[in-house]
């Protein structure tokens, strides 16, 4: 079955430790992006990729970093900058909605993975 | 900007209590808009993609609907396993196709 996974499902971090989120996709989806999630406020994007080898912030980057070495693999770095990294982490994956040929922008449903719940000690 | 405001931000019902989720938005041109479903400790799941005004789709107890303005979720006669939070997003025209979320609104059904 096609899906996201994202492991491990909870994770706990020291002061001043960086820890990495991990995020996998079978779904041959171009697009991919990171969502932090805390309670009583929506969805916030702090990275997102178009392609491999390419990402951009989202409105929440400090403190944060990522790499898209593969298509199928989006991992989140939480440094030690980011000073309130207790949340719940959520990865999506997309379609890149520009459509070939016709450069006309189409929808790009987000499909996310179960989620990571990060808690600093 | 784009907006999104979900009303109310928590609704309890009685089991088969029909009742409507709203989601207004405020975007240049809709392109696309999402509703999810998202159970506690869990990532969304993909409900549906409304696209333009008069558009309706249905799965089980559930329908959207969308105007120019807001998209609405109705629930007919809902079960406790419909508890969940339901969140709305829209995507814009423009060239950005990153949605913008709504925050929510947390149904509980009683039985």
């Known amino acids: 079955d096609g899906g996201i996974t994202q492991s491990p499902k909870y994770l706990f971090r020291k002061e001043g430790q960086n820890v990495t989120l991990s995020c996998e996709q079978n779904?041959?989806?171009?697009?991919m992006y990171w969502y932090r999630q805390d309670p009583g406020q929506g969805l916030r994007l702090i990275y997102y990729s178009q392609i491999v080898n390419d990402f951009q912030k989202g409105d929440i980057a400090e403190g944060y970093s990522v790499s898209r070495e593969k298509k199928e693999s989006f991992p989140l770095t939480v440094t030690s900058a980011q000073k309130n990294p207790t949340a719940f982490y959520l990865c999506?994956?997309?379609?890149?909605?520009?459509?070939?040929?016709?450069?006309?922008?189409?929808?790009?449903?987000?499909?996310f993975g179960p989620g990571t719940r990060l808690t600093v000690l | 900007e784009d907006q999104v405001t979900q009303s109310p931000e928590a609704l309890r019902l009685q089991e088969g209590e029909s009742s409507s989720l709203n989601c207004s938005y405020t975007?240049?041109?809709?392109?696309?808009l999402f509703w999810y479903r998202q159970d506690p400790g869990k990532g969304p799941e993909f409900l549906f993609t409304?696209?333009?005004a008069g558009e309706e789709k249905e799965k089980e107890r559930l329908k959207a609907t969308l105007t120019k303005k807001e998209s609405f979720l109705h629930i007919t006669a809902p079960k406790p396993e419909d508890s969940a939070t339901y969140l709305c997003?829209?995507?814009?025209?423009?060239?950005?196709?990153?949605?913008?979320f709504g925050r929510g609104t947390s149904l509980i059904v009683h039985p």
């Open positions: 997003a829209v995507q814009d025209g423009g060239g950005s196709y990153i949605p913008t």
């Open positions: 409304l696209y333009s």
């Open positions: 975007v240049s041109g809709l392109r696309g």
């Open positions: 779904l041959n989806h171009d697009a």
């Open positions: 999506a994956s997309s379609i890149f909605p520009w459509q070939p040929g016709t450069g006309a922008l189409t929808t790009g449903e987000q499909f």
